[in-house]
């Protein structure tokens, strides 16, 4: 295991060099000069041949690559193009882990609605009410963003002026509240639906009629046996959620004014600030392929009969 | 498009197919939800394939004596800003959905998809390492972001191109009639729809290619494009349609993202993403619409809310019918 | 040229994009630095020049008080150098914290007040401008403020290593600056230093605007000392001399400036202005109080208009910006290359009628090209009023009457960063309808837009929209017309026009300079360089009770240091 654990990082960097040289690329096929924008529409040609020059945006792709990659290697991603002056790091440190709390906030949202749910929707299989739990939560799950946003918006700022409508103050902050229920929300269906898959599968088990058997009370036979089991594969579920939610949260930052990563990757495409764009998939690309990693190992461990190879 | 998820036993020769797939469905048919689901997605898709005939207006006339009606009988779900009849832009929106999702699967998750998948697993060995090591590089970026990415850099590519292509040929209306836009959007989906359906295809080849049968297809002498499309992929369907289903609610919505943005469908083309992007001023207004003219907004909002809906109910259904062995 | 720099404009664009307002602003591109997604609200309070002369009774009770902090939504400004603006969103972030000789006062007439210089005399026919500076100036930090600090900053600004695209354009043309900005030489003999209070600029020729445009970010001062220090970086922690100082920056998420108690001017009254960059639903923002002011979007107009509605009493008439937003057309490129196919076009478009029904007379609509209320603003220019009769004639006439042999007809908007065109496609229909003209309307990226219009390869565009950067018609006429300047971009060119803005240029007489700008107005008009749309936009802006003697300007000016609180 070890040696595959170690196959797997030393393919991460050939992985995350060939995702840098494709948003390259993609740089060179876009219409649009990262110089001509910064200097807006009163340049002169040579005024922009000079910003060009100075951006060292003249060389030939390869050449810019590879100087691009070994500033990597030294910790050096570059400056942004649409922020002159600030290294790239500076700009998406902040940003990143703005977007890292409004995530976390929505998984505990998505975690602290769905487990419950699925867990009685499970216990009350055969009942009308699974059913409608699942189908309810069906239906937020594909409730669009551009409604549940404004919609909350409205009714519990606006209308009820519980909580502010807009703008970030942390973690801590009420305005979290409104971004975490619109993310949280549909991703609560995906625990309900897990949560109560697995949990199905608990209640089936010997062990679990065995504990039934020998006179254990419901709630002890519930919350130590099944709930505990069941957690099990949820855990991988979130890892996968958290990786996933990596620039997924686009819509939300932009109708609420969170200063997030989605909103900065966003800008840095249409500004073709392509060392933010390219630092940001860097990171998301790597972030995405660690927590696969985790993920499978955690699964060794969780069920020793899996092997890794 | 609903034939997707009616599989039609004509066209797959196994021993077990035509019995199996009717079962399948009368077992489909008894799950009354999800059988209501595939009746009201059928419904939704053929308003908007006979868009045409069932419109009240022309989606793209205006009439500035009539802006911001409610519903009324002249104008069903009312009109717009512009004065344009909402209902008729809405089963427009929904044609462009109905071509973008087929566009879509047709191209990414079937054709390349299926194929790379079926390559993938079969050869196994270094074309299998270097196929599994793109689709890693690719899948490694944040959806989103990717399809805006290449939705921005490529349109202005692909349309300069097809411009060239009518001034050559004489051809016209090539980029009017919205054709452009389809490509763009499919090759911007491709990402999203390609790499799942390929990892899941390659997985089940990876099974089925030590199967019995299999060997002794190939113990006969039977060409490899012949087992792999006779032997092997008939079998794979069952969990191709499952993905497939799930699948088709996420395109919708992703039209929806890069129409809202710009970079989709152009106008005056309707389709739902760009009704919901122009309504809510990019999301500023959106809250002001939904309290002052909700049917404006939610007009567009609930037939993608629905497709997304009933398409999972849908894929649930075809997942426990399909594979009872699966959760 | 614009405030906004070129294209931009910013107010519009930012309105554009969230909250404020849907609106007839969707005319306007973003700000160049754009993206859609980014530019918050800025809430289009542009313009006014009367002020809002709120509750006398609450200034005669207690008088401003001093405290509390302003909050208002804007975007991520593309820089906070002074030197590089030329963008109006980091215009209104920069004039509140630095500042220059002269500056923009809310007086039409007189619109140029003298700032750190008490003032100035025009010596040797108007070639040569002497500026005594205040007694006791000093920076932000204490440093005193001399008439080197103006030479050391107007020689930087020039210099190519500033990287400023403006500065020729507004220093240029003091004696000397055209060499440094071409790197051959590092300081201009046209600046002199009499003395410590005394700065002698020398031009080339007698310019009447010239004064105009030493109110520009370009010709503000800065602390040599504070720049060269820190270098790139220093806008990071600026030293200046407005009525604020920057206090946080945080690139994306906000801006928060601190009442600068080195002012040479009374103190600002308010502590902090904070400026939310993140974005949000600004009207929802402002009903919840999270805002203090917002502009009012088309979405939210008819509601915040009825007099039963609490909003209502907020409500603030904000006359236009001076701003023209117009359909451009490529002159070299058929089918806009035929005068008469392009009359037609304007002729079949009902402007009024979109004004009225479309976007609930928030915009004016444009029948010439300088707005009404700006200086050089003729009411004589006769425009192509709508009359579809007419315009089929024309059409007729022209050398495209036939569909057949007629070409492509693309229109080109920006699709990210403002909203979709609503006015382009109510546009195209009215050609449709009324001419039977079928055209592509192609939506691209801000960047690809750009870039397209600088290289002249855009055949129609629409989108964007031109504002003011200074109280002179020359802003409009001459930079947007005459056949050599760098951003007439659909290359409208007559020879007659040319004629008349150099000879405007150079013109002493008040009334007889503008008499040229109107006479090539009337050609350009005539001629349908353009197809103009509105003037101005988003005249409507909700301002929260508690804030006394926030005055709206038709130009951006400092406004902060007069905002109170009174809560």
Request: include cysteine; glycine fraction near 8%; charge should be negative.
């Amino acid at each position: 295991m070890l040696a595959y654990i170690l196959r797997r990082l030393l393919w991460t960097p050939v992985l995350l060099a060939l995702a840098a040289f494709f948003v390259f690329l993609m740089g060179t096929i876009a219409p649009g000069d990262p110089a001509e924008l910064r200097l807006g529409n009163r340049a002169t040609p040579e005024r922009i041949e000079r910003e060009r020059e100075r951006l060292g945006l003249d060389d030939p792709i390869p050449v810019r690559y590879v100087r691009y990659v070994a500033g990597v290697l030294r910790g050096d991603f570059g400056e942004s193009y649409q922020y002159l002056g600030k290294p790239v790091l500076s700009i998406i440190g902040p940003r990143l882990w703005v977007s890292v709390q409004l995530n976390i906030a929505a998984l505990l949202v998505a975690v602290a609605i769905g487990l419950p749910l699925g867990f009685y929707a499970a216990k009350r299989q055969g009942t009308g009410r699974d059913p409608a739990i699942v189908i309810t939560i069906l239906i937020l799950y594909a409730m669009p963003v551009f409604f549940t946003a404004p919609f909350l918006i409205l009714f519990f700022a606006v209308k009820l002026s519980w909580v502010p409508a807009a703008g970030w103050g942390g973690f801590f902050s009420p305005q979290i509240i409104l971004p975490a229920l619109t993310i949280g929300i549909p991703g609560a269906a995906i625990f309900v639906r897990h949560m109560r898959a697995s949990t199905l599968e608990v209640i089936g088990q010997e062990y679990i009629r065995t504990a039934h058997a020998k006179g254990m009370s419901n709630f002890v036979v519930n919350y130590r046996h099944v709930a505990r089991n069941a957690l099990l594969p949820i855990l991988t579920i979130m890892g996968f959620t958290l990786a996933g939610m990596f620039g997924g949260s686009l819509i939300v930052e932009l109708i609420y004014g969170i200063p997030g990563a989605g909103r900065l990757s966003l800008d840095a495409i249409f500004q073709r600030d392509f060392p933010v764009l390219t630092a940001f998939v860097l990171l998301g690309a790597g972030m995405l392929v660690l927590a696969n990693l985790a993920i499978d190992v955690a699964y060794t461990i969780v069920d020793p009969r899996i092997r890794l190879q | 498009m609903a034939s997707i998820t009616q599989p039609e036993p004509a066209e797959i020769e196994l021993p077990r197919s035509r019995g199996h797939w009717r079962n399948v469905w009368a077992k489909f048919r008894k799950r009354r939800l999800a059988f209501a689901s595939l009746i009201i997605i059928t419904f939704i898709y053929l308003l908007g394939i006979f868009a045409p005939v069932i419109q009240t207006h022309d989606y793209q006339a205006t009439d500035l004596m009539r802006t911001q009606q409610g519903p009324s009988a002249e104008n069903w779900f009312g009109t717009d800003r512009a004065g344009r009849d909402i209902y008729t832009r809405v089963v427009w929106g929904i044609q462009t959905t109905v071509i973008i999702t087929i566009t879509t699967f047709v191209t990414g998750s079937l054709f390349l998809g299926v194929t790379v998948g079926l390559v993938a697993g079969y050869f196994r060995g270094w074309i299998d390492a270097i196929i599994m090591r793109v689709g890693e590089v690719v899948s490694a970026f944040p959806d989103i972001l990717l399809i805006i990415l290449l939705a921005a850099t490529l349109r202005p590519r692909i349309v300069e191109f097809a411009r060239n292509v009518e001034d050559s040929t004489g051809i016209s209306g090539l980029v009017s009639s919205g054709i452009v836009d389809y490509v763009v959007i499919g090759i911007a989906l491709l990402p999203l729809s390609w790499f799942g359906m390929m990892r899941l295809v390659r997985g089940q080849v990876l099974a089925l290619r030590e199967a019995e049968y299999v060997e002794a297809a190939r113990a006969m002498g039977t060409t490899t494009p012949r087992i792999l499309f006779r032997h092997i992929l008939p079998n794979v369907v069952s969990p191709i349609i499952v993905s497939v289903s799930f699948g088709i609610g996420a395109i919708a919505l992703s039209e929806v993202v890069l129409s809202f943005f710009g970079l989709g469908v152009q106008p005056p083309r309707p389709s739902l993403g760009v009704m919901i992007g122009e309504v809510t001023a990019r999301g500023g207004a959106s809250v002001s619409v939904l309290r002052d003219h909700p049917e404006q907004l939610l007009a567009p909002i609930i037939v993608v809310w629905l497709l997304i809906f009933c398409w999972n109910i849908v894929g649930d259904a075809l997942n426990d019918v399909l594979n009872p062995r699966a959760r | 040229m614009i405030f906004g720099m070129a294209l931009s404009l910013v107010l519009i664009a930012a309105v554009a994009c969230t909250g404020s307002s849907e609106s007839p602003t969707e005319a306007a591109a973003p700000a160049t630095s754009t993206p859609p997604a980014a530019r918050a609200t800025q809430p289009a309070i542009a313009p006014d020049l009367q002020g809002k002369n709120d509750s006398a009774a609450a200034v005669g009770d207690s008088g401003p008080k001093r405290g509390g902090v302003f909050n208002t939504l804007w975007s991520d400004p593309p820089t906070i150098d002074p030197h590089l603006v030329t963008d109006g969103t980091s215009y209104g972030i920069v004039i509140e914290v630095f500042s220059g000789l002269v500056r923009l006062g809310s007086n039409p007439a007189n619109p140029f007040e003298p700032d750190l210089a008490e003032s100035w005399s025009v010596l040797e026919g108007g070639t040569v401008y002497e500026f005594k500076l205040r007694n006791d100036l000093v920076f932000s930090n204490g440093d005193p403020v001399t008439a080197q600090d103006f030479k050391w900053s107007f020689e930087r600004a020039a210099n190519p290593d500033t990287a400023s695209t403006v500065a020729e354009e507004f220093l240029g043309d003091i004696v000397g600056i055209k060499d440094i900005v071409e790197g051959n030489a590092t300081t201009a003999e046209g600046i002199e230093v009499v003395d410590e209070r005394t700065l002698r600029l020398t031009i080339d020729a007698p310019k009447a605007y010239f004064i105009a445009k030493l109110t520009y970010p370009t010709a503000f001062v800065l602390n040599r000392n504070n720049v060269e220090t820190l270098g790139r970086n220093w806008t990071d922690d600026p030293v200046s001399t407005g009525p604020f100082t920057l206090k946080e920056y945080r690139i994306g998420q906000r801006i928060r400036l601190a009442r600068n108690d080195n002012f040479w001017d009374r103190n600002a009254y308010l502590d902090e202005v904070v400026f939310n960059l993140a974005g949000g639903v600004a009207m929802a923002m402002y009903e919840n109080d999270e805002i203090d002011i917002t502009g009012v979007g088309l979405a939210d107009l008819e509601r915040v208009q009825d007099p039963t509605e609490e909003l209502n009493k907020d409500l603030v008439e904000v006359p236009p910006n001076f701003a023209v937003s117009y359909v451009g057309f490529n002159i070299n490129e058929p089918p806009f290359d035929d005068a008469a196919f392009r009359q037609a076009l304007n002729h079949a478009v009902d402007k009024q009628l979109i004004a009225d029904q479309v976007f609930s007379n928030l915009v004016k609509p444009a029948y010439g090209i300088i707005p009404p209320g700006f200086p050089g603003f003729s009411s004589e220019i006769k425009g192509l009023e709508f009359d579809p009769d007419l315009a089929r004639d024309l059409l007729n006439q022209s050398a495209y009457a036939d569909p057949d042999s007629r070409p492509r007809i693309v229109l080109t908007v920006p699709g990210t960063g403002g909203s979709p065109g609503l006015t382009t496609e109510v546009v195209a229909d009215m050609w449709r309808q009324n001419l039977g003209i079928e055209i592509e309307i192609q939506q691209v990226e801000w960047a690809t837009y750009i870039q397209d219009l600088h290289r002249g390869r855009l055949q129609a565009w629409s989108g964007l929209s031109w504002q003011a950067d200074y109280p002179d018609p020359q802003t409009f006429i001459d930079v947007l017309f005459r056949s050599t300047s760098a951003i007439n971009y659909g290359g409208y060119s007559n020879p007659r026009v040319d004629e008349y803005v150099v000879s405007a240029q150079t013109e002493q007489d008040a009334t007889q300079r503008v008499q040229f700008y109107n006479d090539a107005e009337q050609i350009i008009v005539s001629e349908a360089a353009w197809l103009p749309l509105w003037w101005g936009v988003d005249s409507k802006a909700l301002v929260k009770p508690w804030v006394q003697d926030y005055r709206f300007s038709s130009l951006t000016i400092a406004k902060f240091k007069d905002v109170w609180l009174d809560k």
